[in-house]
T-cell receptor
Framework: DGGITQSPKYLFRKEGQNVTLSCEQN?????MYWYRQDPGQGLRLIYY?????DFQKGDIAEGYSVSREKKESFPLTVTSAQKNPTAFYLC????WGQGGEQYFGPGTRLTVT | GESVGLHLPTLSVQEGDNSIINCAYS??????FIWYKQESGKGPQFIID?????DKRQGQRVTVLLNKTVKHLSLQIAATQPGDSAVYFC???????????FGTGTRLQVFP
């Protein structure tokens, strides 16, 4: 089956710790995205990548970092510098440059206490 | 900045009735629009899309209407079912970027 997987589904961390969220896709999509979703709000773009070894900041990149070493993988690290890390994180992918649909993973709910 | 907004945070309908969810966007350069459905604790799922060269597109039980003059689009769900209960997002994409701008979502509640 083709799709996007995110792991784990739930993640708990202590304040001050960095944590990495996994995102893998086997759709052969060039572009991948990370969004953050808070209650009552739309999706906000954290980082996106159009191609391997390249990525750009989205609207709320502070306190986050990413890497894109492989086409299939786009991990997101939530650093201790992120002031409000507790949220639902969504990864997506698309065929870049065609203005088309983004396919979403199931999400990771991160709770930091 | 660019924004996309939905008119109502919550919409309650009776099973079997038609539902209409509205969305407004600010960027006149937006040329592609998507409606997503998100069930609790899951990622958004594609419902239907429409390009700016169209004003109506129909799918199975769903219709999207686009009014570029007033920068408004709507999602119509015919014969709403309990399984339609979810949060619905519209998203707009501009031809000069490939970033989707999402609205805040409307929660559709279907009562028997």
């Amino acid at each position: 089956d083709g799709g996007i997987t995110q792991s784990p589904k739930y993640l708990f961390r202590k304040e001050g710790q960095n944590v990495t969220l996994s995102c893998e896709q086997n759709l052969n999509h060039d572009a991948m995205y990370w969004y953050r979703q808070d209650p009552g709000q739309g999706l906000r773009l954290i980082y996106y990548s159009q191609i391997v070894n390249d990525f750009q900041k989205g609207d709320i990149a502070e306190g986050y970092s990413v890497s894109r070493e492989k086409k299939e993988s786009f991990p997101l690290t939530v650093t201790s510098a992120q002031k409000n890390p507790t949220a639902f994180y969504l990864c997506a992918s698309s065929i870049w440059g065609q203005g088309g649909e983004q396919y979403f993973g199931p999400g990771t709910r991160l709770t930091v206490t | 900045g660019e924004s996309v907004g939905l008119h109502l945070p919550t919409l309650s309908v009776q099973e079997g009735d038609n539902s209409i969810i509205n969305c407004a966007y600010s960027n006149s350069a937006s040329d592609y629009f998507i409606w997503y459905k998100q069930e609790s604790g899951k990622g958004p799922q594609f419902i239907i899309d429409i390009r700016s060269n169209m004003d109506k597109r129909q799918g199975q039980r769903v219709t999207v209407l686009l009014n570029k003059t007033v920068k408004h689009l709507s999602l119509q769900i015919a014969a709403t079912q309990p399984g339609d209960s979810a949060v619905y997002f519209c998203a707009a994409l501009s031809y000069n970027t490939d970033k989707l701008i999402f609205g805040t979502g409307t929660r559709l509640q279907v009562f028997p």
